[in-house]
């Protein structure tokens, strides 16, 4: 709901919890537009006017300009302008936290002005096809799991399926840290398990 209160603690608890915070509306000229006031709430700062959005509105909007529209040139304190752009409203960090505006076309502009920001390291991933059952395999696969912490593994029973009745997988951000666990583990499993590898 539009509640400055709740709004804040939900802020600050994401805030705490995630790497990354995107808020959606509230952010406009109306009165139920609380992101801002919300969100200095529950960190404790002030809500200053902005000198980069009051510029930007003034150009905007000149001589039709009032108190509604310059209410969206207060933040609060310590935001940071990273996206003027070309529609209302910019985008704008507090923290780890993104602040969209909550029109759905306004935010996908917004998003993908940005996104290159949210880009990681690619995860590279190899499936095994097993024909054996985890009890088989289970002491290898741990072994295996234990001297290679840079690579997640999984192991998905498959119920039904004559060719192959495990589907292991190995995934990391390292390629190289791949491929050395999987020989390690593709040497300790016996051939004739291996239905074959994605």
């Known amino acids: 709901p539009d509640d400055i209160e709740l709004i804040g603690i939900e802020a600050v608890g994401f805030s705490k919890r995630y790497d990354l915070v995107l808020t959606s509306g509230g952010v406009g000229p109306t ?11 529950g960190f404790g700062v002030n ?14 909007y000149g001589d039709s300009i009032n108190d509604a529209i310059m209410k969206m040139a207060d ?14 409203f910019p985008l704008i960090t507090f923290g780890n936290i993104y602040i969209f505006p909550g029109i759905p076309e306004y935010l996908r502009k917004k998003f993908s002005a940005i996104k290159e920001r949210f880009r990681s390291a690619s995860f590279y991933l190899k499936r095994l ?15 295996v799991v234990a001297a290679n912490l840079e690579v997640t593994f999984g192991s998905y029973p498959v119920l039904g399926n004559p060719e192959y009745q495990i589907i292991v997988t190995a995934e990391s951000r390292s390629e190289d840290a791949l491929h050395k666990a999987l020989d390690e583990l593709l040497s300790r499993l016996p051939k004739g398990i291996i239905v074959r590898i994605e």
């Open 129 to 143: 096809f097993l024909n054996a059952n985890e009890s088989d395999i289970a002491a290898i696969l741990n072994a």
């Open 47 to 60: 809500l200053i006017r902005n000198p980069e959005l009051e510029k930007r509105f003034l150009l905007r």
């Open 75 to 88: 933040v609060p304190e310590g935001t940071a302008v990273i996206d003027l752009g070309d529609n209302s």
């Open 31 to 41: 009165h139920d537009d609380v992101t801002m006031a919300g969100i200095a709430k």
